[in-house]
């Protein structure tokens, strides 16, 4: 059963990849889906008799690498951790198969795109079945490869190609932190395989070991690296600029990447690796503050944002904030918790702005919308629900995962603990107001879209460069003079499946996730230390504090309202009281900026100088055209000695013969 989870995406992408063109799209459509359809059901299959029965066990593939002492076989670790991600990502994965079947209708490369998605998801259940790092890094590069594929789809768009390039580069600089964890994981246990691993930490709590001139605790230092490759892949601060810019391919891939596969890879990796970051205090401080500034600054951008799938993107990075916060507080099974339910609702909010999309001809600016309710009541439902999940309304998903991680948060001891918990109430407030911001833009007030709105909309002074639009299908924008209409059932039928998620797998997976169901759920899957009681604690912490994101989500709606129904010039007056703020969270916190102006501009300039000087220059100057510039030198000079006169010949055989006597009298007497 697991061989068939994990290799029927797999057989899909070689189906829709190798033969797309001569089975055509259609075709390809049905296997990559059927297929992805019958991994997402046998993966619910599995986390119901693993996750509510089998103890941990492993599945044998092949032997992969033996090298010395390393031996790496290919097998999948299957326990409660396990299943829970194939449960995330076979089901968001089969989901938007099926939506993008509608979505993608009029795409001429539709074979390529079904072929892309499947190879993506394949990528991901590699890492997630890993029983070795190994194992986890191969699966773990696929999914940059295959995320580098969707993103730059439509690859005859500019920004789409720097947009894959972007996310591929700045992934490079986190996989050299896992790879660098990796190295000396196999250093400090002379393994990569989990169980050894795992079975040896208590061993090593005391090691240490000397790194770029200093003496590091060795598995806080382990920790630290490894964590530099989630916070790449899981878009943590400072590396988390490739996520918006993701937003440049079609909207299925940002659900996708989004809301329950490539950006959680980080999330799941600390957590397999719980029992090394137990014995790494200080290493958990860093995820802690990380993700509490994470949570923070995407919450301030996503205020001001005006594309659609840009506030649901800068979102995504808040939450994921959060999760490694319950990680870095040992909450690990609250962290893990909030996965499993983001995934549905953020999934929803991703296919819901699709939708949206699709009925407005493809355009994106929420500035341009206005009014939808009435035309597309099925997804302003369909929105509702992800908004009411993702803000923490009582009994959906959200309420349950995001709310135990603030209480864990205040609940802790560890250093900077206090800080992110007041960091991810701030943030509960501000994800609060993005998001029924975004809702009130596009669905409620007067239509902003049509011709006569467009020439209005062309005089606002409230303007900034993120204007987008999804282009699928190439087709370009013409206005919206046409009336918005609901998207086919292919579409719709996803968001019914997800709104139920994102109302009901809090209330139902809460006590085994993170309940009175804990130890007998995990089963040891997830490693706490006998001084961790953070699961105990976070249960007994003040009424206030339990109250506090409920009262921030209250708040953020309620200045929503006022802000864009109430009183909808309320916002252009703040943001011209406050241009210097406004700009600040408009551009990002000029993360970019900086970027460009420390790296990009400095590398262009270093490449321009080794083309010109070191290749051209030097290399080439003394090299291969400088060799060829003397020969032809050379060879211009001698070609005048033909010069057709028997007397310069004549001369010549003198110079020769004198030349032979000399050198036979100095010479060759000798």
């Not at 019958?38 to 693993?50: D, E, G, K």
């Not at 460069?465 to 087709?475: K, L, N, P, S």
């Not at 169901?517 to 490693?527: C, H, L, M, R, T």
Request: hydrophobic residues 55%; proline residues 3%; aromatic residues 16%.
């Amino acid at each position: 059963m697991y061989q068939a989870i994990v290799f029927l995406p797999l057989v899909g992408f070689l189906v829709a990849g190798l033969f797309g063109r001569f089975l055509g799209a259609r075709a390809s459509e049905i296997v990559t889906t059927s297929l992805l359809f019958v991994s997402a059901l046998l993966s619910w299959v599995a986390f119901i008799s693993v996750g509510f029965g089998t103890e941990t066990f492993t599945v044998p593939v092949a032997r992969w690498i033996t090298s010395g002492s390393l031996v790496v076989d290919w097998a999948f670790r299957i326990d409660t951790l396990t299943v829970v991600m194939l449960v995330v990502v076979n089901t968001v994965s089969a989901l938007v198969h099926l939506y993008s079947i509608g979505y993608m209708h009029e795409d001429p490369s539709r074979p390529r795109f079904f072929a892309y998605l499947s190879l993506f998801t394949f990528a991901m259940l590699m890492l997630v079945t890993a029983d070795n790092l190994v194992q986890m890094f191969f699966g773990w590069e696929g999914v940059g490869l295959a995320s580098y594929l969707l993103i730059g789809f439509w690859y005859e768009k500019p920004s789409a190609c720097a947009a894959a390039m972007k996310a591929f580069i700045v992934n490079r600089v986190g996989d050299f932190g896992f790879m660098l964890g990796l190295l000396l994981t196999f250093v400090l246990f002379d393994s990569v395989a989990f169980s050894d691993i795992f079975s040896r930490t208590g061993e090593l709590k005391d090691a240490t070991f000397h790194f770029i001139g200093f003496e590091w605790h060795a598995l806080t230092l382990v920790s630290l690296l490894l964590f530099v490759g989630a916070m790449g892949k899981s878009a943590q601060f400072l590396l988390h600029t490739w996520l918006p810019d993701a937003m440049e391919g079609p909207t299925p891939v940002s659900a996708l990447i989004h809301a329950a596969t490539m950006v959680t890879a980080g999330v799941f990796m600390v957590a397999r690796m719980s029992p090394v970051f137990e014995y790494a205090p200080d290493a958990s401080s860093v995820v802690i503050v990380v993700g509490a500034v994470t949570a923070f600054f995407a919450a301030t951008v996503g205020l001001v944002q005006n594309d659609i799938k840009r506030v649901i993107a800068y979102s995504t990075c808040s939450q994921l904030g959060y999760m490694f916060v319950a990680l870095g507080v040992g909450a690990y099974g609250a962290g893990v918790f909030h996965l499993f339910t983001h995934a549905f609702f953020k999934a929803l909010l991703f296919l819901g702005a699709g939708s949206v999309i699709h009925a407005m001809h493809h355009e994106q600016d929420m500035r341009k919308m206005g009014g939808l309710r009435k035309y597309i009541p099925f997804t302003a439902a369909a929105m509702t629900v992800g908004t009411l999940a993702l803000t923490g309304f009582p009994f959906t998903a959200g309420f349950y995962s995001k709310d135990a991680i603030i209480e864990s948060a205040y609940a802790s001891h560890a250093p900077g603990a206090t800080f992110a918990f007041i960091a991810t109430v701030l943030a509960a407030l501000m994800t609060s107001f993005y998001s029924w911001r975004l809702y009130f833009l596009t669905f409620e007030g007067k239509p902003r879209w049509g011709s006569d709105a467009e020439e209005g909309h062309a005089h606002a002074s409230h303007a900034h460069a993120d204007h987008a639009h999804d282009d699928h299908a190439h087709d370009e924008h013409h206005g919206h003079d046409h009336t918005p209409h609901e998207s086919p059932w292919v579409m719709r039928g996803p968001l019914v499946v997800l709104s139920l998620g994102a109302l009901f797998a809090g209330l139902v997976f809460s006590g085994a996730f993170i309940g009175e169901g804990y130890d007998a759920f995990w089963k040891g899957a997830i490693f706490t230390g006998e001084h961790n009681h953070i699961l105990h604690e976070m249960h007994e912490v003040p009424l206030w504090v339990k109250l506090a994101p409920f009262v921030m989500m209250v708040a953020g709606f309620l200045i929503a309202l006022w802000f864009y129904v109430l009183d909808p010039a309320k916002p252009q007056q703040l943001a011209s009281a406050n241009p210097l703020l406004y700009r600040f969270l408009l551009n990002k916190w000029y993360i970019d900026e900086l970027y460009d102006f420390l790296f990009v501009r400095a590398a262009k300039r270093l490449g321009n100088f080794l083309w010109k000087r070191g290749d051209g220059w030097l290399i080439d100057g003394f090299g291969p055209d400088g060799v060829s510039a003397r020969v032809l030198d050379v060879t211009g000079r001698v070609v005048k000695l033909q010069s057709g006169y028997v007397y310069h010949y004549a001369f010549a055989m003198l110079v020769g013969v004198a030349a032979f006597v000399t050198w036979y009298i100095f010479g060759g007497a000798i």
